[in-house]
């Protein structure tokens, strides 16, 4: 099968993902075999590429936000059955029995593994993925409008989550990527309030076509103080300027996986009236079910760009530049 394979981390500059011809992945016992049709980008990919995140697999196929129909089952499997279309996203196993797997705290499993990461993942023509980390896509979405929903919706809606968002809340994005333009159709769908400050032109126009409040590039510049926040950019000197802007008693999450360092902060100033600062790690199985339902309820359309697989490089390129409003989204042939 053909594949764009990482064999060497390196700027994405360098196009360092070549199409190559690998072997067609087959099912072990418990896993199904996907014949993929799409695969959303993100920036986890540019962190595992240019090695932000540690290499832990060489040769490793990239992408976690994959669309495809099931081909082929492994010994054992009951859940899913051939010719489903299902989504792989970036949580790919976790061992089940430990401390936070069994108190429905999975994303912090120190066995989890990942999908592009520890394993091939969906810049290819197949992949494997265990059948209970499967997700069934509802019929409402195409395939390239569900892509974008495995990875930066799943992410986005467990960061509202972690921002604890309350009725009739006012709620603020840092950065306005992927993950935040699929959070601000939720929050409007709940009814809340959105303040969007973010850099980029292209992303400030698509903030307020989604219905924001206020968009601005300054943060300082917001005329509301919040109540919950979630900084999606990876930016660590956003924290403190955030952390002004919530109201007493609010809560600030910070969604990415990777963050630039935090500058030191002032107590008072910053963290006193009981205001929360929140980290997001991954994801549980759980909030991929929620975010797919409420999403299909709520009828979320992210906005995508569709490239050729194999023009995997252009894509994350164009992403590392901020040139792609909403999500690149991979269509393999």
Known sequence: MKAMLLSKIA??????????????????????????????ICRTDLHVIEGELPEHKKLVVPGHQAVGIVEKLGEGCRRLKIGQRVGIAWLRSTCGKCEYCTSGRENLCE????????????????????????????????DLEAAPLLCAGII????????????????????FGSSAHVVIQIARHR??????????QSHRELAR?????????????????VDSAIIFAPAGELVPAALEKLKKGGTLALAGIYMSDVPAMEY???????????????????????LLKEAAEAA???HVTTYPFQEANRALMDLKADRISGTGVLVVP
Request: glycine content about 8%.
């Open 156 to 175: 986005g809606y467990r960061s509202l989550k972690r921002a604890n968002p309350r009725p009739r809340c006012r709620l603020a994005l840092y950065g």
């Open 11 to 40: 700027p994405i500059t360098t196009s360092p993902l070549r199409l190559e011809e690998i072997e067609k992945p087959s099912p072990a016992a418990g896993e199904v075999l996907v014949k993929l049709r799409c695969c959303a």
């Open 300 to 302: 979320i359309r992210p």
């Open 268 to 290: 008072e100033k910053h963290l006193f009236y009981e205001r929360d600062l929140r980290s997001v790690t991954c994801n549980t199985r759980q909030d991929g079910i929620e």
């Open 111 to 142: 066995f989890a593994r990942f999908s592009g990461w520890d394993a091939d993942g969906g810049y290819a023509e197949y992949a494997v993925v265990r059948e209970d980390f499967a997700y069934l896509i509802p019929e409402v979405f195409g």
């Open 191 to 200: 009814g809340y309030e959105v303040y969007v400050a973010t850099r980029g």
């Open 209 to 225: 076509q989604l219905g924001a409040t206020w968009v601005g590039e300054n943060a300082q510049q917001m005329p509301q103080r």
